[in-house]
């Protein structure tokens, strides 16, 4: 941020050298902070309840269990579901400019969704639906923005259930966390992820000891 700042300065004649230009971006990895079983239900009950932000509970409660990235979410079209939607194949996402690209990795995965995530589906699902409209659109039919989504609805929502703010994507750390919680592989949950084992055990696993054995929500 100093750098960028100094970089306007030169630019508009206020100094003459940017002596920050060369300090290399240092960012450690979050450490992983999962949701605990409780505060799941906390966030997942505010949002059911709430006049304004009522409309994300399916994309919240699709995001807690699967662990997807919110890209993949957001970006989730119905032709991605099986017809019973007790499967997904996460293929794609929704990047930030709005473009459509693969997964992160470049892996296309596909997950079995649970009988109560599955019931969720079916009862969101519109009679009229598209094979390419959104599973999660926004309430006026267009992409979730994620930034204004964590900015707005997701922060609001955890100060009113009384649960420690961590950003949206957080949930990824937690659906990993209680999957391994519950005696999953790391290999089938690194498949889940999507990503390498010693990525996920590093980087989304974390306060596993305690979790549920199960994650059914």
């Known amino acids: 941020m100093i750098g960028a700042c ?31 079983e409780i505060e799941i239900a906390k966030i997942i ?9 009522s409309h994300y509970t399916p994309y919240v409660r699709f995001l807690l ?5 919110v890209g993949e979410a ?5 032709k991605n579901l099986s017809e019973n939607c007790d499967r997904v194949d996460i293929v794609e996402r929704l990047d930030r400019s709005g473009e459509w690209r693969d997964t992160k990795n470049h892996k296309v995965r596909a997950l079995a969704l649970t009988p109560k995530l599955q ?4 009862k969101h699902r519109p009679e009229d639906w598209q094979p390419f409209g959104l599973v999660f659109p926004s309430p006026k039919g267009t992409a979730i ?16 259930a009384g649960v420690r703010y961590r950003r949206p ?8 966390s209680h999957a391994i919680a519950r005696g999953v592989s790391p290999a089938r949950v690194a498949e889940m992820a999507g990503d390498r084992i010693a990525t996920v055990l590093k980087n989304y696993v974390g306060n596993v000891e ?4 199960s994650l059914d929500y």
């Open 6 to 36: 100094w970089k306007w300065a030169e630019s508009t004649d206020r100094v003459t050298t940017n002596p920050w230009g060369k300090v290399k971006l240092r960012v450690e990895n979050e450490t992983p902070d999962p949701f605990d």
């Open 119 to 122: 019931a969720m589906l079916l």
């Open 74 to 78: 957001i970006g989730l079209r119905w």
């Open 210 to 213: 305690g979790l549920p054995k």
């Open 45 to 53: 009950a505010a949002f059911e309840c709430d006049r304004h932000y």
């Open 145 to 160: 923005h994620g930034q204004n989504f964590g900015r707005r609805a997701w922060a609001i929502m955890l100060e009113k």
């Open 169 to 176: 994507y957080n949930v990824r750390h937690t659906a990993l």
């Open 65 to 69: 269990p699967t662990g997807c990235r």
